[in-house]
């Protein structure tokens, strides 16, 4: 019997008190209008007296218990809402407005609590296989942990500042920076530091763009190991498998040839010494790896909460790389377009930057030289969802007569900094890169264009 008659998480008087305080005073709006929608409300014609009331003051008119009963009445059923004398009533309950956002503070958790429980519902039901579509266990939980993960993660708490109150938050920012703080996340190569103004950002989306065979998955992984060191890092792939990302990481941590690790009895007796020393200089890095296929923005979405919540931060996101995962469009420079602009979206919202890898178009390959901002692929919207893109080229994978661990990183654009060119010198087999003047004394080569990364002004 008591199953029967359990009645879902709400609060009557809570929404009679949020209700009754718009009524009474429509400035309460700005202090509720960003916690609440009407769907937060329990009871139907709650709901429908706090959509009434968002339409009237949304258009900068009125709404008091006259022109909300005339609203409703407009919309019909109004006397089963228990018309004027309803509304009334819901004036007089509150004697100010001055506690409404409490109130609604309320509603807004009892909406929570009733949306937890849904959720469990709909994955007890699909646990039993009551579900017409019988999805996959793995399926289950997957759709679970990330609508629970968005209910854990709801915040409305995003009141516009006032100039004002910024200012000194600002100056004190400038100081601190003056000082030696920073708010750059270093990414372990001087020249690209320097051309960023410090390394990645909170906030940033960085695309890293290349064709084929010019170590992009290598650079990004060298990247990864040295902000693991302070940082924890997410690292998702859809290219390669946990065991091959592993392989490249040891791999570049020893010094070690990757072919070795492939056939290790092929490997000369002191590839053991090396692979030792790599490991231990691997552990207790702070870098989460994963390879689920298929990746969508919400499983990265859903992976980075995860790792959030494990490690209790996070310093940088990789997605290894954009032209394999799948979003929403009418056709594929849409599809790619949406996953940049969403993937900008948790950079922001979680304030970690994340790197996007993309391949690049042929076009690239029928220009002699360096690609251009044009050449990433299928979509115009990667360029502009990115606030910093950089287009890696190695002249030697098609001119063999040319250096051939010499590489250039163009930093193709940067909102609010420098556009360039790094340096970088590349140990193919050891899937290792370096600034070019730690490895190299001496000019640059000259053929295919070398600028110097401070030479290029600033982007638009």
């Given at each position: 019997?008591s199953?029967?008659?359990?009645?879902p998480?709400h609060?009557?008087?809570?929404?009679?008190?949020?209700?009754?305080?718009?009524?009474?005073?429509?400035?309460?709006?700005?202090?509720?209008?960003?916690?609440?929608?009407?769907?937060?409300?329990?009871?139907?014609?709650?709901?429908?007296?706090?959509?009434?009331?968002?339409?009237l003051v949304?258009a900068?008119?009125?709404?008091?218990?006259?022109?909300?009963h005339?609203r409703?009445?407009r919309?019909?059923?109004?006397?089963?809402?228990?018309?004027m004398g309803?509304?009334n009533s819901?004036?007089?309950?509150?004697?100010s407005?001055s506690?409404?956002r409490?109130y609604?503070?309320?509603v807004r958790?009892?909406?929570?609590?009733?949306?937890?429980?849904r959720i469990?519902?709909?994955?007890?039901?699909?646990?039993?296989g009551?579900d017409?579509a019988?999805?996959?266990?793995?399926?289950?939980?997957?759709?679970?942990?990330t609508?629970?993960?968005?209910?854990?993660g709801?915040?409305?708490?995003?009141?516009?500042?006032l100039?004002?109150?910024?200012?000194?938050?600002?100056?004190?920012?400038v100081?601190?920076?003056?000082?030696?703080?920073?708010?750059?996340?270093s990414?372990?190569?001087?020249?690209?530091?320097?051309?960023?103004?410090?390394?990645a950002?909170?906030g940033?989306?960085?695309?890293l763009?290349?064709?084929?065979?010019?170590?992009?998955?290598?650079?990004?992984?060298?990247?990864c190991?040295?902000v693991?060191?302070?940082r924890?890092?997410?690292?998702?792939?859809?290219?390669?498998?946990?065991i091959?990302?592993t392989?490249?990481?040891?791999?570049?941590a020893?010094?070690?040839?990757?072919?070795d690790?492939?056939?290790?009895?092929r490997?000369?007796?002191?590839?053991?010494?090396?692979?030792?020393?790599?490991?231990?200089?691997?552990?207790?890095l702070q870098?989460?790896?994963d390879?689920e296929?298929?990746?969508?923005v919400m499983?990265v979405?859903r992976?980075?909460q995860?790792?959030?919540?494990?490690a209790?931060?996070l310093?940088?996101?990789?997605?290894?790389?954009?032209?394999?995962?799948?979003?929403e469009?009418?056709?594929?420079?849409?599809q790619?377009g949406f996953?940049?602009?969403?993937?900008?979206?948790y950079a922001?919202?979680?304030?970690?930057?994340?790197?996007?890898?993309?391949q690049?178009s042929?076009?690239a390959?029928?220009?002699?030289?360096?690609?251009q901002l044009?050449?990433?692929?299928?979509?115009?919207?990667?360029?502009?969802a990115?606030?910093v893109?950089?287009?890696?080229?190695?002249?030697w994978v098609r001119?063999?007569?040319a250096?051939q661990h010499y590489?250039q990183l163009?930093?193709?654009?940067?909102?609010?900094?420098?556009t360039?060119?790094?340096?970088?010198?590349?140990?193919?087999p050891?899937?290792?890169?370096h600034d070019?003047d730690?490895m190299?004394?001496?000019?640059l080569?000259?053929?295919?264009?070398?600028?110097s990364?401070?030479?290029?002004?600033l982007?638009?």
């Amino acid at each position: 019997m008591s199953d029967v008659l359990r009645v879902p998480p709400h609060s009557t008087e809570a929404e009679q008190s949020v209700l009754g305080g718009l009524l009474l005073d429509n400035s309460a709006w700005d202090r509720v209008g960003d916690l609440l929608s009407a769907e937060d409300f329990y009871r139907s014609e709650h709901r429908a007296i706090y959509t009434a009331i968002a339409s009237l003051v949304t258009a900068n008119k009125e709404a008091d218990v006259i022109t909300v009963h005339e609203r409703l009445k407009r919309l019909g059923g109004v006397d089963d809402l228990g018309g004027m004398g309803y509304l009334n009533s819901l004036a007089a309950s509150v004697p100010s407005a001055s506690s409404a956002r409490a109130y609604a503070g309320i509603v807004r958790e009892m909406a929570l609590r009733r949306k937890v429980i849904r959720i469990a519902d709909e994955m007890a039901g699909g646990a039993w296989g009551t579900d017409k579509a019988r999805a996959g266990l793995q399926e289950i939980v997957d759709h679970s942990v990330t609508q629970l993960l968005e209910v854990g993660g709801t915040s409305a708490e995003h009141e516009p500042k006032l100039l004002d109150e910024l200012l000194p938050q600002f100056v004190d920012h400038v100081s601190g920076l003056y000082e030696g703080a920073s708010d750059a996340i270093s990414l372990g190569l001087d020249g690209l530091d320097d051309v960023l103004d410090g390394g990645a950002r909170a906030g940033d989306l960085i695309v890293l763009g290349a064709r084929p065979g010019m170590g992009k998955t290598s650079l990004v992984l060298s990247i990864c190991r040295h902000v693991a060191k302070g940082r924890p890092v997410l690292s998702c792939t859809l290219e390669d498998m946990l065991i091959g990302q592993t392989r490249r990481i040891v791999a570049a941590a020893g010094g070690i040839n990757l072919a070795d690790l492939r056939n290790p009895k092929r490997a000369p007796h002191a590839m053991w010494g090396a692979l030792s020393d790599a490991v231990q200089s691997l552990q207790g890095l702070q870098l989460y790896l994963d390879d689920e296929a298929a990746l969508t923005v919400m499983d990265v979405r859903r992976k980075v909460q995860q790792v959030k919540r494990r490690a209790g931060g996070l310093g940088l996101v990789v997605v290894d790389y954009l032209q394999l995962m799948d979003g929403e469009g009418e056709n594929r420079n849409q599809q790619l377009g949406f996953v940049a602009n969403r993937l900008r979206r948790y950079a922001k919202e979680f304030a970690v930057p994340i790197v996007l890898l993309s391949q690049l178009s042929r076009e690239a390959d029928k220009r002699p030289g360096p690609p251009q901002l044009s050449d990433l692929r299928d979509s115009g919207d990667i360029e502009s969802a990115a606030r910093v893109v950089g287009l890696l080229y190695r002249e030697w994978v098609r001119n063999p007569k040319a250096d051939q661990h010499y590489t250039q990183l163009h930093i193709a654009k940067q909102n609010d900094g420098r556009t360039g060119v790094v340096h970088l010198y590349f140990d193919g087999p050891r899937l290792q890169f370096h600034d070019w003047d730690l490895m190299r004394h001496g000019p640059l080569p000259t053929s295919f264009g070398a600028h110097s990364a401070g030479g290029q002004g600033l982007s638009a």
